[in-house]
């Protein structure tokens, strides 16, 4: 039983519960490549490598044999789940039924872990036949000790161009960043008019569009380390979130319990970055 639920009894005159600011929807899951149904504890991810034509130089020769370049990484599949109880003799002392507010805060819970995986899948080792894979150095931008500037997206920008990563190629390319990304940004000198109007656009969550290249994606889930944030940007076909069961909530009585009412959720997922070319690292200044 939730030793914090006295906080809601009626003598608080609540009639219903607040949830405190976090955030509840996950941002990344619609951003990423979904495989879903995924059946034991990890699935393959097929991947054909670059062909190069040859020119044909004698009359009736053989046809040529080229053997096609394979690669293959794994998504991994981990469990997550929440539970809490409610005694009946809370609810009496309430002046609502907590059940479905305690069902939405777990499946908030579980959103978030969702970006959690993603984003760790971006920055980490990837698994292939060949052993673990790690994010190049080419693929990161430096800190410079600044903070996101126009420079820096345009530098990340530029890498998925030259990788044949971009939308030339039917790519939707994505960028996290935080609200101190975003004031950095605003507050770069190097801005246009129409550039300000756009990434204003942006934060107050009007912009429809594009800026840059990129669809942006707040979150204040990205990793920090000392004064160092690292924003993510990536194409969406670059980046695998594996669903073997996705949220699923519970809630029922517990005959072990007093028949008092259990709440309970449960998840199994798993991220992994496909492809090397298609993620960019940019390292961003923050105190």
């Known amino acids: 039983m939730s030793q914090q639920i006295t906080e809601?009894?009626?003598?608080?005159?609540?009639d219903n519960f607040r949830h405190v600011a976090q955030q509840m929807p996950s941002r990344l899951e619609s951003c990423v490549t979904i495989e879903s149904g995924i059946v034991g504890m990890s699935k393959s991810i097929n991947l054909l490598g670059q062909r190069t034509a040859q020119r044909?130089?004698?009359?009736?020769?053989?046809?040529?044999?080229?053997?096609?370049?394979?690669?293959?990484?794994?998504?991994?599949?981990?469990?997550?789940?929440?539970?809490?109880m409610i005694d009946d003799l809370d609810k009496v002392r309430m002046l609502i039924d907590p059940t479905s507010d305690y069902v939405r805060a777990m499946v908030s819970a579980f959103n978030r872990s969702k970006d959690d995986v993603v984003i760790s899948a971006m920055r980490g080792a990837s698994r292939a036949t060949s052993g673990s894979i790690i994010l190049p150095a080419s693929q990161k931008v430096a800190v410079n000790a600044s903070g996101l500037t126009k420079a820096k997206i345009?530098?990340?920008?530029?890498?998925?161009?030259?990788?044949?990563?971009?939308?030339?190629?039917?790519?939707?390319?994505?960028?996290?960043?935080?609200?101190?990304?975003?004031?950095?940004?605003?507050?770069?000198?190097?801005?246009?008019?129409?550039d300000f109007l756009a990434v204003q656009m942006l934060q107050n969550g009007t912009m429809k569009g594009k800026w840059m290249g990129f669809n942006w994606v707040p979150t204040e889930r990205l990793h920090k380390e000392s004064t160092t944030r690292y924003g993510l940007a990536w194409a969406k076909s670059g980046v695998t979130l594996g669903i073997g069961k996705d949220t699923t909530t519970e809630v029922g009585k517990d005959p072990g319990k007093g028949f008092n009412t259990r709440v309970y959720g449960k998840q199994a997922i798993g991220a992994v970055r496909s492809e090397e070319v298609k993620v960019v690292e940019v390292a961003c200044q923050e105190t």
Do not use: C
């Not at 809601?8 to 609540?14: D, M, N, P, S």
């Not at 990304?181 to 246009?192: E, G, H, I």
């Open 154 to 194: 345009i530098q990340a920008k530029k890498m998925f161009r030259q990788n044949e990563a971009d939308e030339e190629n039917g790519e939707e390319l994505y960028f996290a960043y935080t609200a101190q990304m975003m004031a950095d940004v605003l507050s770069d000198t190097t801005l246009t008019s129409a």
């Open 8 to 14: 809601a009894f009626v003598q608080q005159f609540a």
């Open 56 to 84: 044909r130089l004698v009359r009736h020769g053989d046809t040529p044999i080229n053997d096609q370049i394979h690669g293959t990484r794994f998504v991994d599949l981990y469990d997550w789940e929440d539970g809490d």
